[in-house]
């Protein structure tokens, strides 16, 4: 991209009205007109000016490698923004100097840096002509063609294919998909765009089921394009949820009402998926061990020791980790206030979460970093883990009248303080999610009864103990067969005998009584299985 916009990212697939654009990259409608100008081309014409993500990328990719012909008369090079640019006639003049160099001079329309240039006689007069009758410098570029098919000594790569009917619907369809979560919102669109691409860019609302079908064998046949399962499953359940919306929509209701139906893959298709094996997980161990290695020299290091205690104690998902503010946490009560209006949580779904019970080392760690963090002035709606340029504050908020310390934007941090931590304790990567797993291998220790499995549940922020017995912590075939190689050597006591045995240990039976003996009998028969060979 051009240098001033480098940090500018338009997802490929979504469609950006020309409001959305000027917000994206916080610039005014005379700088997105020149974009337009200069080879930018909107998704149709109409009251409603549409821009497809692609072709965002593409005409920024095309401006950063220049376009391999010299400035025409009304263009100037900005060294500031680095883009070719046709400034406002109103700003431009010109000097002349007889028998001299003659130059023309404007302002940036992009960065509102000062552009110059040096004219010969007959650009000079032609641009005079211009600042004269007040006409658009545009004009004199006009035919040459802003972006050529080759730029410099690289080839330019394809622009991107689309048919604006089909961006109108798709715009209308983010608005209203706008419910889901961001990341599901693009799997959805992604799907669209790969159905697009497949039939060629024909219009939707040409869809017929024969369409469908077609591509619903070439999903089947995903598997050889290295697809997994899991994804085409996904990307025909998607395409089943936009067409039931869009022949519902004014000017697709001649659409054939079941089309839906035709993407729905074959049941014995899914039936045939082999399991894939079960996530693995950290162990308890593994937890502490990690807790004991990670360095604490630096505020950095302390803060992604804290990072992983966090998403273990509170259950977590990485992106709420990372969008916490200081004040979601209270270390005298033990709870986590999850307030979905300042941070990102699935389906913007608010919370207040208990620690869960993972002993005084996970927890020590979490008060300490909350202390630390307090006792440098870090106000309650600063972020509980700051960014490296955070965290070197040491004068209060309400002192200093600095700005607030902001959370991470995304969640990358918190995959690097997992990764940190695994490799100090020598361990091999386990991802933030995976503090989730262990919360749910856990559970059984802790909990008694059906309640207590509910309430385990919601706070990991599930709806029910279904979602967390389906997704969490699934048991591997090695804990299976164990299990089932103990109850067929009868090597498992039932809950009756386990609590007899606690009884004798804790000097409850009197000896001699038939419940002393049947307990003295498990114990013998326990310490059998016990010995070696």
């Excluded at 994206?24 to 909107?42: D, E, F, M």
């Excluded at 839906?260 to 094996?277: M, S």
């Excluded at 980790?321 to 300042?342: F, H």
Aim: with cysteine; hydrophobic share 35%.
């Amino acid at each position: 991209m051009s240098r001033g916009y480098r940090s500018v990212r338009p997802k490929a697939n979504r469609v950006y009205s020309a409001q959305q654009v000027l917000e994206l990259y916080k610039i005014c409608r005379n700088t997105l007109s020149n974009w337009v100008h200069a080879g930018l081309s909107p998704a149709g014409d109409g009251y409603l000016q549409l821009f497809r993500g692609t072709e965002l990328q593409w005409f920024h990719s095309q401006r950063a490698l220049g376009s391999g012909r010299p400035l025409h008369a009304g263009e100037f090079k900005c060294l500031g923004c680095k883009a070719r640019v046709v400034p406002a006639t109103a700003l431009t003049t010109l000097d002349y100097r007889k028998g001299r160099l003659h130059w023309a001079r404007s302002v940036c329309p992009e960065c509102g840096r000062l552009v110059q240039k040096i004219l010969n006689e007959t650009t000079y007069d032609t641009l005079q002509k211009c600042l004269e009758s007040n006409t658009s410098l545009h004009i004199l570029g006009e035919g040459e063609g802003a972006l050529k098919a080759c730029v410099g000594t690289k080839p330019m790569s394809e622009r991107p294919r689309y048919l604006a009917e089909n961006e109108r619907i798709i715009n209308e369809y983010q608005i209203f998909a706008g419910r889901y979560h961001a990341k599901t919102l693009d799997a959805h669109l992604a799907a669209i765009r790969d159905y697009e691409a497949f039939s060629l860019f024909k219009a939707l609302r040409k869809t017929t089921p024969a369409d469908a079908d077609r591509y619903r064998d070439h999903l089947i046949n995903g598997r050889h394009r290295g697809l997994s399962r899991s994804t085409i499953r996904h990307g025909a359940a998607y395409l089943r949820v936009f067409f039931a919306w869009l022949v519902e929509q004014d000017g697709f209701r001649g659409m054939n009402k079941t089309i839906r139906d035709y993407f729905k893959l074959p049941k014995g298709y899914l039936a045939n998926a082999i399991q894939p094996e079960p996530r693995a997980f950290p162990t308890t161990e593994d937890l502490a061990l990690v807790m004991t290695k990670m360095s604490t020299s630096t505020r950095a290091d302390r803060r992604d020791r804290a990072i992983v205690a966090a998403s273990f104690l509170f259950g977590t998902r990485s992106d709420a980790t990372a969008s916490l503010r200081l004040g979601s946490v209270d270390v005298k009560k033990k709870i986590v206030r999850q307030n979905a209006e300042v941070m990102r949580i699935k389906n913007g779904k608010s919370q207040t979460t208990r620690w869960f019970p993972l002993g005084e080392q996970v927890e020590q760690v979490i008060i300490g970093w909350v202390g630390e963090q307090i006792g440098l002035g870090y106000g309650p709606q600063e972020a509980l883990f700051p960014p490296n340029a955070g965290l070197d504050f040491t004068v209060p908020l309400a002192i200093s009248g600095r700005n607030i310390v902001e959370p991470w934007k995304t969640d990358d941090a918190i995959r690097r303080a997992f990764r940190c931590g695994c490799k100090s304790a020598a361990l091999p990567y386990f991802n933030p999610h995976s503090a989730k797993h262990h919360l749910r291998s856990i559970r059984d220790v802790h909990c008694r009864s059906a309640e207590e499995r509910k309430a385990w549940s919601y706070n990991l922020g599930h709806e029910n103990e279904r979602i967390t017995d389906a997704s969490y912590a699934k048991m591997t075939d090695q804990l299976r067969n164990e299990l089932f190689d103990n109850m067929m050597a009868g090597n498992v006591e039932t809950v009756a005998e386990k609590d007899l045995l606690l009884d004798y240990y804790e000097h409850q039976l009197t000896r001699g009584t038939p419940e002393f003996e049947q307990a003295q009998r498990l114990l013998d028969e326990r310490s059998r299985r016990r010995r070696p060979g």
